[in-house]
């Protein structure tokens, strides 16, 4: 089981779970064609967005096996959200997580996504206990690949059109660390 103690603050951002009041900020980027892209579900309306936010507010902790905590990266300095991360809880047996994220482009390439990863990984390691966690791309996504080969993450997989993605045979890297690497 896992309740973070929120916020939880990074040199520049706050971690913390989502409430209504970031519908316009989430929708600023969950709109975005080219952020979409590499994600399972199409640039949102403002309704859809506001009905995946409804889903995120009741996802702020993990409880049990299949459970997903969403959580909202704001900037410290002006309160503007700017990420969206992820953690799953893939296997309470096995002890496995899963990460995701997903940053507005107007934020990228300034380490935001890694200083985010990098919290949402010590919460998976230190205070869920898992052993492992990975995280999956789209193979043409390099953004995603390069960010988790710096969390220190291996390429364990490619794997080649292992499922139609919007239409398309598509193609899936899987990164992976133990904990006793992350350490």
Known sequence: MLKPQYPIETARLLLRPYTMNDLDGLYGFHSRPDVARYLPWEARTREETEAALKTKIGQAELNEQNDVLCIAAELRDTGALVGDMYLFWRSKEHRQGEIGFAFHPDHHGRGLAAEASREIMR???????????YGRCDARNSASAKLMERLGMRQ???????EIFKG????????????????
């Open 168 to 183: 398309e045979w598509g193609e899936e890297l899987v990164f992976a660390i133990l904990r006793r690497e992350w350490r």
């Open 123 to 133: 919460l998976g390691f230190e205070e869920l206990g898992l052993h492992r966690i």
């Open 156 to 162: 364990e997989a490619h794997l080649v059109e292992n």
